[in-house]
């Protein structure tokens, strides 16, 4: 068994893997068709340029003729490089600047007036000439002063005859002043046995109460209602039993009864049992990964000291390379370091743009915007469909359009003179109209005295008038004037805390007192709580985190056994009443 090469194998799923021996690389023989490559040697060809596929685009054929178009530092193809159309407006310190003959297609705009011209073909002619502000009859009225005129002459004024109101005269106001007025109150201390007649009704309608559990009693001489309430007892059933009687409808104590094994407890109730009992372990299995019969044998194995290339088994990761192989690497391309431009993308969509004979970009490489001004005999000549970014100009009346996506919009649109909501009002009638809104005016809701109506007068004559008597009236006519069949009547106390008679509903409530009933406030401190509201089958009332106050609950069960011998099985908190 000493003189056999053996190959030691693994078993790995469904293949063998090989663990011994291992040959080493330096004792590998190599020749020209089979050469061990380095790891640096790698490194380097794999970071070699890739064949290009295409023929990249010269870099000396940048801005010249017949190359392409190169970018300036602002990333602008610089207009040496542009025909000369692409100008269309030229700025100009003043008109007497311009040049003695103009182009087509341009626009001319002085800087010191901000006003754009078109050569006509024998003059330059604004375009879209504009109306100067002003308060003449031939300029426009400035907006804000006008749109302040326009917002007066919407708001209402005073009529003609209109007076002060402080003007007024007595005659006038008694004029006004007729039948009952209905608009002022009396105090109490105005209307005579007010409070003592009031207590009379209220002292006759609860004398007749005749509710259970409360009796209601009136006490003339004091004034006062005396409520006395029953004494409500308070039972207790289910699972836990009691009762107490609420004295004056005071704080009770209810000593209460749990009935026994009233409730029960699951697994999930009693903290950490679950995660004991899945930690037991059932030790009656064996677990081994040693199979049965397995048996260990040594082999002496000697290594020779050199492999010829055909014993080496190569595969995708691991390969052998040729002498022509590595000088074929050694020659290509170095990494670039960017990605060359193709020539086929010259001129073409999404490549670059390319020069003519004469050194520029030709008229259909550049964007529509540059020949952006067109000019047309009149807008019934503009095409049907128009250009985001384009002018068009009506030589026949020197309008500017552009094209809003579904319509033409003439540009600084010309303002005209007239009284429309889309012409300029005259600066000379504007300028009058802003001064007759700066002067004072009657409030809008002044009028004459005399059309003063008696509603008005009324809603003045609130509160307590001290300025007038009533005549012909006793105290008893005087009462009986402000009841029900009177001729003043006071309202019923409908609102909280407001004046009045007592209305049916309040009686109503009143008769609903029960007899001896008193205004009770229940405490609420500690020792005085209700008992809470909820509870279900099995809870009892357990300590509420504060003193005085409770909370429906569940409680630990324990066993409790009478008897003379121990219980079978018990737990830990079980408890045995030993009978001797």
Excluded: C
Excluded at 2 to 26: C, F, H, S, V
Excluded at 35 to 53: H, I, M, P, Y
Excluded at 132 to 150: C, F, I, N, P
């Amino acid at each position: 068994m000493a003189n056999i090469n053996i190959q030691m194998k693994q078993r790995n799923g469904t293949i063998w893997d090989n663990l011994y021996p291992k040959t080493k690389a330096e004792n590998v023989e190599e020749s020209a068709s089979k050469r061990f490559v380095t790891d640096t040697e790698k490194s380097t060809w794999n970071s070699k340029q890739n064949a290009l596929g295409f023929t990249p685009e010269n870099s000396a054929n940048k801005g010249v003729a017949n190359g392409y178009a190169e970018l300036d530092s602002n990333g602008h193809v610089p207009a040496s490089q542009l025909p000369s159309y692409v100008d269309d407006v030229i700025e100009f310190a003043s008109q007497a600047e311009f040049p003695g003959t103009g182009e087509t297609g341009k626009i001319y705009i002085t800087q010191d007036t901000n006003k754009t011209y078109r050569w006509s073909g024998s003059a330059y002619v604004e375009i879209s000439a504009s109306l100067a502000l002003g308060e003449t009859s031939a300029t426009a009225y400035r907006g804000d002063r006008g749109k302040t005129a326009y917002d007066h002459s919407q708001t209402a004024h005073a009529p003609s005859n209109a007076q002060k109101n402080s003007d007024i005269t007595k005659a006038e106001i008694e004029a006004k002043l007729t039948g009952t007025i209905t608009s002022h109150t009396h105090t109490g201390t105005e209307i005579t046995d007010i409070t003592e007649a009031v207590q009379d009704i209220v002292g006759g309608m609860v004398s007749t109460n005749t509710e259970s559990g409360i009796a209601v009693t009136y006490d003339d001489t004091a004034g006062k209602l005396n409520f006395d309430v029953n004494d409500p007892v308070v039972t207790l059933t289910g699972d836990v039993t009691g009762s107490a009687t609420m004295t004056n409808l005071g704080n009770i104590s209810i000593t209460t009864t749990v009935a026994d094994d009233s409730h029960n407890h699951v697994i999930s109730n009693i903290d950490g049992l679950q995660t004991a009992l899945d930690g037991k372990v059932d030790d009656s299995q064996v677990l081994t990964n040693v199979p049965a019969g397995a048996l260990f044998t040594d082999t002496v194995y000697t290594h020779p000291a050199n492999h010829p290339p055909s014993i080496i088994s190569q595969d995708a990761s691991n390969r052998f390379v040729t002498d022509t192989e590595k000088n074929t690497w050694n020659s290509k391309q170095n990494a670039l370091g960017f990605t060359p431009e193709n020539v086929s993308n010259k001129g073409i969509a999404n490549g670059y743009a390319e020069l003519d004979a004469t050194g520029k970009v030709p008229t259909n490489q550049l964007p529509s915007y540059v020949d952006d001004v067109l000019e047309y005999d009149s807008q019934a000549n503009f095409p049907l469909s128009g250009e985001t970014g384009k002018i068009y100009v009506t030589k026949d009346t020197n309008k500017t359009y552009r094209w809003s996506g579904s319509d033409y919009v003439e540009i600084s649109q010309s303002l005209a003179l007239g009284e429309t909501s889309t012409t300029a009002y005259r600066g000379d009638k504007g300028k009058t109209a802003y001064e007759h809104s700066q002067t004072d005016h009657a409030p809008s809701d002044a009028q004459k005295n005399s059309d003063i109506t008696k509603a008005e007068i009324e809603a003045k004559l609130t509160g307590t008038i001290t300025t007038h008597t009533h005549t012909g009236l006793m105290p008893a006519d005087h009462s009986t004037n402000h009841i029900t069949g009177g001729s003043d009547i006071i309202p019923n106390a409908v609102a909280s805390g407001a004046s009045g008679l007592m209305s049916g509903a309040d009686k109503d409530k009143l008769d609903g007192v029960e007899d001896n009933a008193n205004n009770y406030i229940h405490p609420t401190t500690a020792g005085n709580k209700h008992v809470p509201t909820g509870g279900a089958a099995g809870q009892v009332l357990v300590y509420g985190g504060s003193s005085g106050t409770a909370a429906w609950g569940t409680v630990d069960t324990v066993k409790i056994t009478v008897a003379e011998s121990a219980p079978s099985s018990p737990v830990a908190g079980d408890f045995w009443y030993e009978v001797v």
